[in-house]
């Protein structure tokens, strides 16, 4: 595609020559040599601001919805957020491979990165790019949806109602997979109840042959089935009527490996995935089934398995300072991916000591939640470190074995006295309370 087809696609008017199009750019600080950058405004911000910047910094183009003097060809269209999801909607109505949209409270990245390792051979797969999954996220991802993909996997968030549908109508997905609901995003979303039928919103097809995979240990289970008009639908989890079970999982730190079975057609395989934790063998399991469906051969799964790159910072292990091992944790945080990561100590046989930051966007339940996760870790681990007012608004036991901090190095100077060659550190927070300050600080 050229800037001339841009142009003709959103109804803009290009200004200057036209160039082919190979990547496009949002930000200026990641912005690379010969990318078309695209200047969104928002209420705090306008991309038009850093025009001259994006062309400093090598930019072959950009998009525009002002009056602009650079010395760059631009495209002038009404609004630049309408001409993403303008190209985005035709690269999508000109793709014929297969589309596999996921969502879910927990689980959304890890699953689209295990899902395009398992299906990229020959680098056919398209993937969103990074953790981009919101309103401006997924047409950006869209962007480079070229027609030469065999596949794309695009992963899908919400944080208000209506959000899925009009992310799904964009992506229109002919797989759809639900990882879970649980507890996040209150704020704008009251319940999980109200979770459940967002998330439920991706398993509306747009064709009579969409394929559904729904996590059958769920309570929303049932409630999905009966909504979605997809063709089939195949369950996953350790629920024992599950098509894809889990059975056996074992958490191996030293090795950053979790080791599972899996159930199938009367089919029993051994399974082991990069990374740790209950949930990455959940992951696993939906990604394969998944993959399996789309032709991929289970010997091939379990090979790229076992070497699949997962997000950074998502139960990341790494060696510490005075010779402790430091599970990082720090991407973000909520009730059940707290959970799932003190899970994964559970048979570690070394001093666990646990650094939490706070939970956001809990709302009106967020006292109630921090107290039940301190509860939950106070019983799994040696010593808590926490770090913010939430934690000091909860209402449980003192015990020496629980510290409070209001700041980082407050708490990153503590933490250095007690830890040793016997020590795991854990540590976790939503992504605004820059628990990885620390954990960077921790790295050897």
């Not at 200004?15 to 990318?35: F, Q």
């Not at 944080?159 to 639900?178: C, T």
């Not at 032709?295 to 091939?300: E, F």
Request: charged share 25%; net charge negative.
């Amino acid at each position: 595609m050229d800037l001339n087809k841009l142009a003709e696609i959103s109804q803009g008017r290009l200004l200057g020559s036209s160039i082919p199009v190979d990547s496009y750019s949002i930000d200026t600080r990641t912005i690379k040599s010969k990318e078309i950058y695209i200047a969104l405004e928002g209420e705090n911000y306008d991309g038009h601001e850093f025009i001259s910047e994006a062309a400093l910094k090598g930019a072959a183009a950009a998009v525009v919805s002002k009056s602009i003097e650079v010395d760059i060809p631009h495209i002038i269209v009404d609004s630049t957020h309408e001409f993403m999801k303008n190209i985005a909607d035709y690269n999508r109505s000109k793709f014929n491979g297969k589309v596999i949209g996921i969502t879910g409270t927990n689980g959304k990245t890890s699953t689209k990165q295990i899902v395009s390792n398992l299906l990229n051979e020959d680098e056919l797969c398209h993937k969103t790019l990074g953790n981009k999954n919101n309103q401006i996220g997924v047409p950006y991802s869209l962007l480079t949806l070229w027609e030469s993909y065999k596949y794309s996997v695009i992963e899908m968030g919400t944080s208000e109602p209506g959000e899925i549908k009009i992310l799904n109508n964009q992506v229109k997905p002919n797989i759809a997979a639900i990882t879970n609901v649980s507890k996040g995003h209150l704020e704008g979303l009251r319940d999980t109840e109200s979770i459940a039928k967002e998330k439920g919103n991706i398993l509306n097809f747009y064709s009579d042959s969409g394929i559904a995979y729904l996590p059958k240990d769920s309570e929303f289970f049932d409630f999905w089935s009966k909504k979605t008009n997809a063709k089939q639908i195949f369950s996953f989890g350790i629920h024992k009527d599950a098509d894809f079970r889990v059975t056996n999982t074992k958490i191996d730190i030293e090795g950053n490996l979790t080791h599972f079975n899996l159930h199938n057609d009367g089919q029993i395989e051994e399974i082991s995935i990069n990374g740790i934790g209950m949930h990455n063998s959940l992951n696993a399991a939906l990604s394969t089934a998944i993959s399996l469906h789309l032709g991929i051969k289970m010997q091939t799964i379990k090979e790229r398995l076992a070497s699949v790159d997962l997000p950074k910072r998502r139960l990341t292990v790494t060696k510490s300072l005075n010779g402790s091992t430091m599970i990082d944790d720090t991407y973000n945080s909520n009730p059940a991916s707290l959970k799932n990561a003190l899970d994964s100590l559970e048979k570690v046989d070394k001093t666990k000591v646990c650094i939490l930051g706070e939970m956001k966007e809990l709302g009106p339940e967020s006292k109630r939640i921090h107290t039940a996760a301190l509860e939950y870790a106070y019983k799994r681990v040696d010593k808590i470190l926490c770090l913010g007012n939430s934690w000091s608004d909860c209402v449980i036991p003192k015990s020496e074995n629980i510290d409070i901090f209001t700041n980082h190095d407050e708490l990153y100077d503590y933490l250095v006295s007690l830890i040793d060659q016997n020590t795991i550190l854990l540590i976790k927070g939503s992504r605004s309370t820059r628990m990885d300050l620390i954990a960077d600080k921790l790295k050897k």
